[in-house]
T-cell receptor, first 113, second 117 residues
Framework: KQEVTQIPAALSVPEGENLVLNCSFT??????LQWFRQDPGKGLTSLLL?????REQTSGRLNASLDKSSGRSTLYIAASQPGDSATYLC????????????FGKGTHLIIQP | DAGVTQSPTHLIKTRGQQVTLRCSPI?????VSWYQQVLGQGPQFIFQ???????GRGNFPDRFSARQFPNYSSELNVNALLLGDSALYLC????????????????FGPGTRLTVT
């Protein structure tokens, strides 16, 4: 059974800093990994999707990497802004019988102005 | 284009009651998945439907059921509500789905907040 862990659970940094969010998964036989953003009480917004054959994906100030062999993914946020404050979730798709995404508990990020 | 829509936004029910939540996928998307997110946790997969058939089920009791209609919209039903069913219920749609090992990017709706008292 796939398990996804996110570290740290919470993070508070001053505006302008570069930061890294970590995601680890127990079953390396994943098909892809997806990073989402969730604002309080809201749904999920997809940020980046990394296919198993890819090592990284970039969108604007965001860069996500995937290392299947070590069971890890990182989300790098450059030049953080107060608007980046949210909970960031990673989710793995293992292609099992249930056919759903397995999520971590998320990292609650606060960017101080 | 409209994204995934869900109704109602909020719902308050009493223990033992039944509830129906609704989801309309993005136009052209044929697959709908349901997730439950308890406060402070990541979403947990409940069901996936594709072409009106159940293609995947997570570890949830039989009190949870769902269906998909010919227009690809979906309903999630929960019977005999328990306090522990209080959560944000998320619907996600994708272009295709239902074949193990094939993933299509999922787009999530705003969710329905269910409170059971």
């Amino acid at each position: 059974k796939q398990e996804v862990t996110q570290i740290p659970a919470a993070l508070s940094v001053p505006e302008g800093e570069n930061l890294v969010l970590n995601c680890s998964f127990t079953d390396s036989a994943i098909y892809n990994l997806q990073w989402f953003r969730q604002d309080p009480g809201k749904g999920l917004t997809s940020l980046l999707l990394i296919q198993s054959s890819q090592r990284e994906q970039t969108s604007g100030r965001l860069n996500a990497s995937l290392d299947k062999s070590s069971g890890r993914s990182t989300l790098y946020i450059a030049a953080s802004q107060p608007g980046d404050s949210a909970t960031y979730l990673c989710a793995a798709y293992s292609g099992g019988g249930a056919d759903g995404l397995t999520f971590g508990k998320g990292t609650h990020l606060i960017i101080q102005p | 284009d409209a994204g995934v829509t869900q109704s109602p936004t909020h719902l308050i029910k009493t223990r033992g009651q039944q509830v129906t939540l609704r989801c309309s996928p993005i136009s052209g998307h044929k697959s709908v998945s349901w997730y439950q997110q308890v406060l402070g946790q990541g979403p947990q997969f409940i069901f996936q439907y594709y072409e009106k058939e159940e293609r995947g089920r997570g570890n949830f009791p039989d009190r949870f059921s769902a269906r998909q209609f010919p227009n690809y919209s979906s309903e999630l039903n929960v019977n005999a509500l328990l306090l522990g069913d209080s959560a944000l219920y998320l619907c996600a749609s994708s272009l295709f789905g239902g074949r193990a090992g094939t993933y299509y990017e999922q787009y999530f709706g705003p969710g329905t907040r269910l409170t059971v008292t």
